[in-house]
């Protein structure tokens, strides 16, 4: 529910005329059900904004697919759950067994929870929650204030990236080593434009594919990298690829978003968001697989140190210190000017753990997991990668009106990953 006048951000409440067929739904794809079909009708569902008024989710069940299969989609708002919390979802809602439990029966109906708030209730709470904002401006300052410096697009502001540099200069003085370098040219990236980057349009493109988790490991093996670090690389070359061929390609690498999660133990299991992020230069300038890798493995360790040496809510801080009414607006201001100057960032590349084991659904085997993710105004496309048993299944996402095929950006990403095991031996 919405405070009024934008004096406080929105509160959960439980919803009193809860409708679970609303939620849960049935369609089918044109035939014959093959890949395109899928994914076209994927992308006409997701870009249908949630209905606000109600729980912030639905759930597809989707027939007509190409060999008998089914295909299930849950589509959760983000403000609900991150990606981590996600896949905890999508746990909770298969089995690890091909035997389905028997049936939950007698189960008693909800009380009537708490009521609704009125808009007289919800403008006393906003006002009630004014004379903290200026306290707890003042308690996350100190932690916030550095870490300005972080948020996307921070460092097309200008004397944000020497800020940035010498308060980087100033908490490294006196380690010797040099190892701050990096963390320094990680802070000081800004991205080129694209094709891709701008207001968004109200139509998506999706395309889906998956690539062997052995392979990728194998790399990493022996390269001495990690698995995200030969992920990063694989679209790096994948999008070098798209660009190239259509004469688009900058001549500064390209700025990646790469989500982190920063749920503890004591976390697990609850939902909403415990994400922050690092922003990153990947490879796209790099045309030997082998030096794009090693390019791409040094910026995200660089990122790594100076993620570690951020307060974990340092988002949070960082954001508190705007007032509610005006977040939205400056977030949509920001992202209109930089689009007409440079983007805060190019894309948004996630990799999420997932299972290792076989789940079903009412005894039926889940072949693999698809993420369907999201973009935003200024970021229009978002590459996310889900590992399920041995495989790595990968979900991209883009404006439709910017990006005119994703599915070439997903062969790229497999042929990156031939030409990298080449190069590798």
Same mark, same amino acid.
């Not at 989609?73 to 403000?79: A, D, E």
């Not at 900058?250 to 999660?261: D, N, Q, Y």
């Not at 992202?335 to 659904?361: A, F, H, K, Q």
């Given at each position: 529910?919405?405070?009024? *006048?934008? =004096?406080?951000?929105?509160?959960?409440?439980?919803?009193?005329?809860?409708?679970?067929?609303?939620?849960?739904?049935?369609?089918?794809? #044109?035939?014959?059900?093959?890949?395109?079909?899928?994914?076209?009708?994927?992308?006409?569902?997701?870009?249908?904004?949630?209905?606000?008024?109600?729980?912030?989710?639905?759930?597809?069940?989707? $027939?007509? *697919?190409?060999?008998?299969?089914?295909?299930?989609?849950?589509?959760?708002?983000?403000?609900?759950?991150?990606?981590?919390?996600?896949?905890?979802?999508?746990?909770?809602?298969?089995?690890?067994?091909?035997?389905?439990?028997?049936?939950?029966?007698?189960?008693?109906? @909800?009380?009537?929870?708490?009521?609704?708030?009125?808009?007289?209730?919800?403008?006393?709470?906003? !006002?009630?929650?004014?004379?903290?904002?200026?306290?707890?401006?003042?308690?996350?300052? @100190?932690?916030?204030?550095?870490?300005?410096?972080?948020? %996307?697009?921070?460092?097309?502001? @200008?004397?944000?990236?020497?800020?940035?540099?010498?308060?980087?200069?100033?908490?490294?003085?006196?380690?010797?080593?040099?190892?701050?370098?990096?963390? /320094?040219?990680?802070?000081?990236?800004?991205?080129?434009?694209?094709?891709?980057?701008?207001?968004?349009?109200?139509?998506?493109?999706?395309?889906?594919?998956?690539?062997?988790?052995?392979?990728?490991?194998?790399?990493?093996?022996?390269?001495?990298?990690?698995?995200?670090?030969?992920?990063?690389? !694989?679209?790096?070359?994948?999008?070098?690829?798209?660009?190239?061929?259509?004469?688009?390609? %900058?001549?500064?690498?390209?700025?990646?978003?790469?989500?982190?999660?920063?749920?503890?133990?004591?976390?697990?299991?609850?939902?909403?968001?415990?994400?922050?992020?690092?922003?990153? %230069?990947?490879?796209?300038?790099? #045309?030997?697989?082998?030096?794009?890798?090693?390019?791409?493995?040094?910026?995200?360790?660089?990122?790594?140190?100076? $993620?570690?040496?951020? #307060?974990?809510?340092? /988002?949070?801080?960082?954001?508190?210190?705007?007032?509610?009414?005006?977040?939205? !607006?400056?977030?949509?201001?920001?992202?209109?000017? /930089?689009?007409?100057?440079?983007?805060?960032?190019?894309?948004?590349?996630?990799?999420? #753990?997932?299972?290792?084991? @076989?789940?079903?659904?009412?005894?039926?085997?889940?072949?693999?997991?698809?993420?369907?993710?999201?973009?935003?105004?200024?970021?229009?496309?978002?590459?996310?990668?889900?590992?399920?048993?041995? $495989?790595?299944?990968?979900?991209?996402?883009?404006?439709?009106?910017?990006?005119?095929?994703?599915?070439?950006?997903?062969?790229?990403?497999?042929?990156? =990953?031939?030409? *990298?095991?080449?190069?590798?031996?």
């Amino acid at each position: 529910m919405e405070v009024p *006048l934008g =004096l406080d951000l929105p509160y959960w409440v439980e919803d009193p005329d809860f409708d679970l067929d609303f939620h849960i739904r049935e369609t089918a794809v #044109p035939p014959p059900g093959e890949a395109a079909q899928v994914a076209e009708t994927v992308a006409r569902i997701c870009a249908r904004p949630l209905d606000r008024s109600r729980p912030l989710w639905e759930l597809y069940l989707m $027939h007509g *697919l190409e060999d008998g299969r089914v295909a299930l989609l849950t589509k959760v708002h983000h403000s609900v759950a991150d990606g981590v919390s996600g896949n905890e979802i999508l746990t909770a809602l298969l089995d690890p067994s091909p035997v389905a439990p028997p049936r939950v029966g007698g189960v008693e109906p @909800p009380g009537d929870g708490e009521p609704v708030p009125g808009r007289l209730e919800m403008l006393r709470r906003g !006002l009630f929650s004014l004379p903290r904002h200026p306290v707890q401006t003042a308690q996350r300052l @100190p932690r916030a204030l550095p870490a300005l410096t972080d948020i %996307p697009g921070a460092n097309a502001v @200008p004397g944000v990236a020497r800020l940035s540099e010498g308060l980087w200069k100033l908490r490294s003085r006196g380690d010797g080593d040099g190892a701050s370098e990096g963390i /320094l040219e990680v802070a000081a990236a800004r991205a080129p434009r694209t094709c891709f980057n701008g207001p968004i349009s109200p139509h998506r493109r999706f395309a889906f594919g998956s690539i062997s988790l052995d392979r990728v490991k194998a790399i990493k093996n022996a390269t001495g990298t990690t698995v995200n670090d030969v992920l990063v690389a !694989l679209c790096a070359r994948s999008l070098r690829g798209w660009l190239g061929r259509r004469g688009k390609l %900058p001549e500064e690498p390209l700025v990646a978003m790469i989500p982190v999660s920063i749920r503890t133990p004591e976390q697990e299991g609850s939902f909403g968001n415990r994400i922050s992020f690092m922003v990153v %230069p990947i490879p796209t300038t790099e #045309p030997d697989p082998l030096r794009g890798l090693s390019r791409a493995h040094e910026p995200l360790r660089s990122a790594k140190e100076r $993620h570690r040496a951020l #307060p974990a809510e340092f /988002l949070t801080d960082a954001s508190s210190l705007i007032p509610p009414a005006m977040l939205a !607006l400056a977030a949509r201001t920001t992202v209109d000017v /930089l689009s007409r100057t440079r983007p805060p960032v190019n894309l948004v590349i996630s990799n999420i #753990p997932g299972p290792r084991e @076989p789940l079903y659904c009412a005894g039926a085997e889940l072949k693999a997991a698809f993420p369907v993710s999201v973009i935003v105004d200024g970021v229009g496309l978002n590459i996310t990668v889900l590992s399920y048993r041995d $495989h790595i299944d990968i979900g991209i996402v883009a404006d439709r009106e910017q990006v005119d095929d994703c599915w070439e950006m997903l062969e790229g990403i497999s042929e990156a =990953l031939g030409e *990298l095991e080449a190069a590798v031996g």
